[in-house]
């Protein structure tokens, strides 16, 4: 287990990757509205991106909150590994994950705050994850680029 996924585990929250001042803590996403204090959050570090799939396996959502997105590989990663999503509303994640995610305005933190509470309380959903790892891999991806490519020729 990667340092600090122990950690993770015990806590309402934990974030991986870059030190940026953009998180969500500025934007109270993570406040403890009952208590007026501050959830415990672990902030892990960029560590390796071999190390992802425990911080996955351990955690119950993965939220990818950004302006545009289609839809995100680290998306796609925590889904296969049994996630629940908040994704924004905003590009094409729709066209990915249907009604199988929760989707938030990344403008409003009402709306990220909602969308992630939702998915805390959902429970795993096994048909999305099934979906990622049957319709999202690598060599689906080659398959559909080769067709693609085949098709555009074909036109010539």
Not at 86 to 93: A, F, H, P, S
Not at 117 to 130: I, K, S, Y
């Amino acid at each position: 287990m990667p340092a600090g996924a122990g950690a993770c585990s015990e806590r309402p929250a934990c974030e991986t990757g870059s030190d940026r001042q953009s998180r969500a803590e500025p934007c109270g996403v993570f406040r403890d509205d009952e208590g007026g204090g501050r959830q415990q959050r672990t902030y892990s570090g960029p560590g390796a991106h071999a190390e992802l799939a425990q911080y996955y396996a351990i955690a119950k959502v993965h939220a990818l909150v950004s302006w545009m997105e289609t839809p995100g590989l680290s998306s796609l990663e925590a889904g296969a590994m049994g996630c629940n999503l908040v994704v924004t509303e905003k590009g094409d994640t729709r066209a990915y994950f249907g009604d199988q995610a929760f989707y938030c305005d990344p403008e409003s933190v009402d709306s990220i705050r909602c969308a992630l509470q939702a998915a805390l309380a959902a429970p795993p959903n096994r048909e999305l994850q099934d979906r990622i790892r049957s319709d999202f891999t690598w060599d689906k991806a080659a398959e559909m680029t080769l067709l693609g490519y085949e098709k555009a020729l074909a036109r010539q």
